[in-house]
């Protein structure tokens, strides 16, 4: 038979239920805050992994300016860098192209900054984390000498343009794009930008000889 006075028991009993629940950890942190412990001991996988996690997270809250998120990420990511991850080193070339956008700065049309300012109020234009180009550049060689496509393919518009700094060399853009595997429209896009047959040449030939060496990969603890 059920008493009254059980009741305010069984009350309690569940509030302090549903606080332990609340108390246990959620398992994805937990997971995550075993890569920090992994990446922190110098495992260059787990660095490049809690890198982009805290990038990630940093882009997700994305207001215009730079968080401890991002700063977090880029130091993960390059220490897995210089420990010879390629992954890493692409990770990185890739956010300091652009600051994280995925574009550069510059091309961010008014539309977008007056939605910017709807959506986060005041009069800040957007802007991106710190972009490096030549840093940048750096790093996504050094992934693409170790055969990594999705940097070769980032270069490729590297040597399309003048962007980042670097003298447009539309036969290093071809040999990039014979050595990714890219898709037709790149080729297309290079017969736009009007590459002649001896560069075509040129960047088959330097695609020929490539040959991809792979970064003996050291523990550096952070």
């Not at 040449?201 to 000889?209: K, T, V």
């Not at 060496?213 to 550096?220: A, G, W």
């Amino acid at each position: 038979m059920f008493h009254s006075r059980s009741l305010p028991a069984l009350l309690l009993a569940s509030v302090f239920g549903i606080l332990g629940a609340c108390q246990k950890a959620d398992p994805d942190q937990k997971e995550f805050e075993q890569y920090v412990k992994a990446a922190e001991a110098g495992d260059p996988a787990a660095q490049r992994h809690v890198g982009s996690m805290y990038v990630r997270r940093a882009l997700e809250s994305y207001k215009g300016y730079p968080s401890i998120d991002y700063e977090k990420g880029a130091r993960f990511l390059r220490v897995a860098a210089e420990s010879g991850h390629a992954n890493a080193q692409f990770k990185l070339g890739e956010l300091l192209l652009t600051g994280g956008l995925g574009y550069a700065p510059e091309t961010v049309d008014p539309d977008s900054q007056r939605m910017h300012a709807l959506l986060y109020g005041g009069n800040e234009p957007i802007k991106a984390f710190p972009s490096e180009p030549k840093e940048a550049v750096k790093w996504l060689l050094r992934s693409a000498l170790q055969g990594n496509r999705e940097a070769m393919q980032k270069l490729i518009g590297v040597y399309e343009f003048t962007s980042s700094g670097e003298t447009q060399d539309l036969a290093e853009a071809y040999k990039w794009t014979v050595l990714s595997e890219a898709p037709q429209d790149e080729f297309e896009k290079l017969d736009i930008l009007e590459i002649t047959p001896e560069q075509k040449s040129e960047g088959r030939r330097l695609a020929a000889a490539f040959k991809p060496v792979p970064q003996t990969q050291r523990s550096i603890r952070m």
